[in-house]
Structure formats: structure tokens, C-alpha cells
């Protein structure tokens, strides 16, 4: 069935609003969840646990049946990236790292505001909104993320599945756990 | 006490399917355990292979001899690859093809732990960025194989109920993408497979 796109009332972007204003104060997190990225001729997927610390992040990828990982971790003063066969590798920009280290685009500054639902800050976002009164679909900078699926009987409902994507470059994330902790 | 190599010569002794549980574990660097999952797997000569993950998620692997097909429902994506190219799992094959074992790895005892014989299979390869993996032993087949990568972080996979030479639908061995999903891979020369984003 097609997703439903209700374009917001009051009512609906009063809420979205309740909610950001609830989970930007909470950065603190780590999501248990499963990871696909491609860019339409290649890709991969693995298990993939995240931490958000602030502003510093912990992106551990792990392949299917070797284990084999891949982290990525960092904060506003740079980016390592430790794994690949070449070893660990630096950057100043987490995103332009996982581009040249494996020609990924994941646009992770803002995924880390979309995948608790939110607008990133920076750039318009366009919002629509799904039976459940959540958003289902929110367009920013060039990307199109949908959200498949909520807990929607978490307080604050936080998604499920978020699949963003913007040309041939696909980003989804099914999270089996949200867990929450203070610093 | 049999060395492993022999434990592992018995077990793929006249073994030409093969098909048991799994539980895999991952821990990573500084040794957290992290999650455990569980499915099936199973085996035919001579390369034919399925690891079907069923909780906490559910992922589908099979190797149909000429690929290496990777479905995961839950983000409705398939990727697909050249088995040649993708043996990352190939340690198991190695039990329905053991001719491969010499020509593929250097083997080394590892000796008891656990209450199991080790053996240690590294790709004599390493171009083909497959790790190497420890297949621990009892008495009566393989037990366990354990995955350590550069970083320390470890997959802990547990077999058990091991079915020898059951009778394995060639289904189990062939995968055809569910409508909807996107395809990402080495699809050339698949007729019927409508590449991501194809109408």
C-alpha cells in the first residue's frame, strides 16, 4: 500500500515540534540496528551499533557471519576510521572519510538528527505526515527520508525504520533497540 | 586425544550436505558482548551454501555456486556478488569440499581449549580479503567457529544438531529476489533481475 503523505495541521507540527524539542535535548543514545548502504551498484549491510556521546560518535559496522567490523568514530575535531585492509584511517569530516575510504555517502550529521525523526538544523525541510500522526516522509537538503516504521508507544515515539535517500545513494537503518543514558 | 585436523578429516569423511542450527556472538574490541543471533545452515557439495539468520533479525545468505545472494527483509535490499569474489564464509565450505582445505589454507593445531580441539584454517590467498577462522571440535564434529578481525572484535558462531547427508531441496540453494526489493551488485547476466531503480 502507498505510504500516506498528509501534509501537517496545527495539531500535528504542534507535536513533531513537542517531540524535537524533547529529543535534541537528549544526546546521549545508542541504537542497535541493522545497516544497508549503497549507491546502486554496489553495497553491503551489516549489524550496526551506534553511539551518540554529544557530539562524539561511535559507528561500528559488523559483516555478516565473519564479524568482520569496521569503526568509524569521532567528534567536531576529526574523524578515524579503523578496519579497512589499509589500516586506520583520519579525517577532518567523518562523511568525506567514509566517502574515500569506501565510497560510501552517508550523510551522518544530519542522519544523527533524522534518525530520531527530527529536522536536522541548517537547510528547509519539508514535513508530511502518516496515519499515525508521525512523520513518514521529511525532505532536506537534496535527501528524501522515509519513515517505514515507529515505536510509537515510546514516550517521545521514536522511529523504527528509516530509509533516506537521495539519487542512487540509499542509506536504511531497521532498528531493533533504542536505549537511552545520561552523560 | 585426535588432533583437530583429524577430527575435522572425520567429520567431512563421506559428508556431502549438511545442515544444523547456529548461535553467533559478537563481541567487540575491548571484549563487550554485543548481540547474539541465531538461524539455520546448510550445505551441499560443492560450494552450495545458506546462512539464514532468524532472530533479533532476519538476514538470508545463499551461494548458488555462481553467486553469493545477501537478502535482508527488513531493509528490503539484496546485494549480490560473484561467489568467487565474496568467500568470506568459505571456511564451511571447505566441510562438503575438504580437498580444498590444503590447496585453500594453511592449516595449524591449535591445540585443546575449552574442552575442544582447535584448528586454525588462515587463506593461503590473503588477497581475497577473507579472514582467517578457528574451527574448535569435539568428539563428534565440528563445535564452534570463531572469527577475529585486526581490531580484536570477535564472532563467536555455536553449531549444533547437525543433520549428515540429509536430503536438502535444491530451493534451499536458489534465490530469487521478492518483488520491490532493490538489487545492488554484479547483476550482469541475470535476465530476469530488474537492477535498483530500473522501472
Not at chain 1, 97 to 110: D, E, F, S, T, Y
Request: proline share 5%; glycine share 10%.
Amino acid at each position: 500500500c502507498a505510504p500516506v503523505r498528509i501534509k501537517g495541521d496545527h495539531a500535528m507540527l504542534g507535536a513533531q515540534q513537542a517531540r524535537e524539542a524533547k529529543l535534541s535535548a537528549r544526546n546521549h543514545w545508542t541504537i542497535q540496528a541493522r545497516l544497508a548502504v549503497t549507491d546502486g551498484k554496489h553495497g553491503g549491510s551489516g549489524s550496526l551499533t551506534w553511539t551518540q556521546n554529544g557530539d562524539r560518535y561511535d559507528f561500528t559496522l559488523r559483516a555478516p557471519v565473519t564479524g568482520r567490523s569496521f569503526r568509524l568514530r569521532g567528534g567536531p575535531d576529526g574523524a578515524e576510521l579503523d578496519g579497512l585492509d589499509q589500516g586506520t584511517l583520519y579525517g577532518v569530516d567523518a562523511e568525506h572519510l567514509l566517502a574515500r575510504a569506501l565510497g560510501w555517502r552517508v550523510p551522518l550529521q544530519q542522519l544523527r538528527y533524522w534518525v530520531k525523526g527530527l529536522r536536522a538544523p541548517g537547510g528547509k525541510a519539508k514535513l508530511r505526515f502518516g496515519e499515525n500522526h508521525l512523520p513518514s516522509l521529511l525532505q532536506q537538503n537534496g535527501w528524501n527520508v522515509e519513515y517505514r516504521d515507529w515505536f510509537a508507544g515510546s514516550d517521545p515515539s521514536v522511529p523504527r525504520k528509516v530509509f533516506a535517500s537521495m539519487g542512487n545513494y540509499r542509506v536504511r537503518v531497521s532498528i531493533q533497540r533504542w536505549s537511552w543514558f545520561k552523560r | 586425544a585426535q588432533t583437530a585436523r583429524a577430527r575435522l578429516d572425520a567429520f567431512a569423511h563421506n559428508l556431502h550436505a549438511l545442515r544444523g542450527d547456529f548461535t553467533q556472538t559478537l563481541t567487540d574490541a575491548n571484549g563487550r558482548t554485543g548481540q547474539t543471533s541465531r538461524g539455520t545452515v546448510a550445505l551441499q557439495t560443492p560450494r552450495l551454501f545458506r546462512w539464514q539468520t532468524k532472530t533479533p533479525y532476519q538476514q538470508l545468505i545463499v551461494a548458488d555456486g555462481s553467486r553469493v545472494w545477501t537478502y535482508d527483509p527488513d531493509l528490503e535490499q539484496v546485494t549480490v556478488q560473484r561467489q568467487s569474489l565474496r568467500e568470506a564464509h568459505s571456511p564451511l565450505t571447505v566441510l562438503t569440499d575438504p580437498s580444498r582445505v590444503d590447496k585453500e589454507f594453511t592449516v595449524t593445531e591449535l591445540g585443546t581449549r575449552d574442552g575442544l580441539q582447535w584448528l586454525q584454517l588462515s587463506p593461503r590467498d590473503s588477497a581475497q580479503n577473507i579472514q582467517s577462522a578457528q574451527l574448535g571440535f569435539d568428539d563428534k564434529g565440528l563445535v564452534e567457529m570463531r572469527f577475529t578481525d585486526r581490531l580484536g572484535a570477535e564472532s563467536v558462531i555455536r553449531f549444533s544438531h547437525w543433520q549428515r547427508n540429509p536430503s536438502l531441496p535444491s530451493s534451499l540453494f536458489t534465490f530469487t529476489p521478492p518483488k520491490g526489493a532493490d538489487v545492488v551488485g554484479d547483476t550482469s547476466g541475470i535476465p530476469e533481475v530488474r537492477p535498483l531503480g530500473g522501472s
